[in-house]
C-alpha cells in the first residue's frame, strides 16, 4: 500500500487480503497467508499498515436477530427537505438508535435517505411522527418497508479485472 496525499493506493495483495477478511475476519495472519500462499509476516504488515491508514476501519461481527428470536422490520425512509436544512437533517438522524444508516443524494432534488429498524409497524410510525417529521426543513417523507432481503453486505472488494481476449 501507498499513500498518495491523503488517498491509500492498494496493490493486488492489499485488496486479495481484504478480500479474505471481508469472508471472515476471525482467520489468523497464518491462515490468511496459507490461503494467498504468503508469509503470514507479510500479512501481518499489511494488515497492520492497512489499520494504521484506517483503509481498515474496524472489525464487527454481523448478527442474525431473526436467529436469536428478535423480531424487527427495517425501512428505508426517503425524506426531501430544504436544501439549507439537507445536512442538519442527516446529522440528527445519525443521533438515534432506531436509525442504522443515513445518506444523502441527488435525484430530481436532494433527499436526505436513512435506513431504519423498529419493532413493529406502530413502534416505525411513532418514530417517524415524533423524530423525523418535527424536524426543521422536512418537507416530504417516503417510507418503503423491507419485506424479504436477497442480499445485505458491507464493502466488497472490486473483482480482479481480466484481460479482454480478441
Not at 423498529?118 to 418537507?139: E, N, R
Amino acid at each position: 500500500m501507498k499513500i498518495k496525499g491523503q488517498v491509500a493506493i492498494l496493490d493486488d495483495l492489499d485488496w486479495q487480503i481484504l478480500q479474505v477478511l471481508q469472508e471472515n475476519a476471525k482467520l489468523t495472519y497464518a491462515e490468511i497467508g496459507n490461503k494467498l500462499h504468503m508469509p503470514q509476516s507479510t500479512v501481518y504488515d499489511r494488515i497492520h499498515t492497512m489499520e494504521e491508514h484506517k483503509v481498515i476501519k474496524k472489525y464487527e461481527a454481523v448478527i442474525d436477530t431473526e436467529k436469536i428470536g428478535i423480531q424487527q422490520i427495517t425501512a428505508l425512509i426517503t425524506i426531501t427537505a430544504d436544501m439549507k436544512e439537507t445536512e442538519n437533517i442527516a446529522k440528527k438522524l445519525t443521533g438515534f438508535s432506531q436509525v442504522i444508516g443515513v445518506y444523502t443524494a441527488f435525484s430530481e432534488e436532494i433527499i436526505v435517505a436513512a435506513k431504519v429498524i423498529a419493532k413493529d409497524q406502530v413502534a416505525l410510525h411513532s418514530f417517524i411522527a415524533k423524530s423525523i417529521a418535527p424536524l426543521p426543513g422536512v418537507l416530504r417523507i417516503r417510507t418503503s418497508i423491507i419485506t424479504k432481503k436477497y442480499k445485505e453486505e458491507n464493502f466488497q472488494p472490486p473483482p480482479k479485472e481480466k484481460a479482454l481476449k480478441r
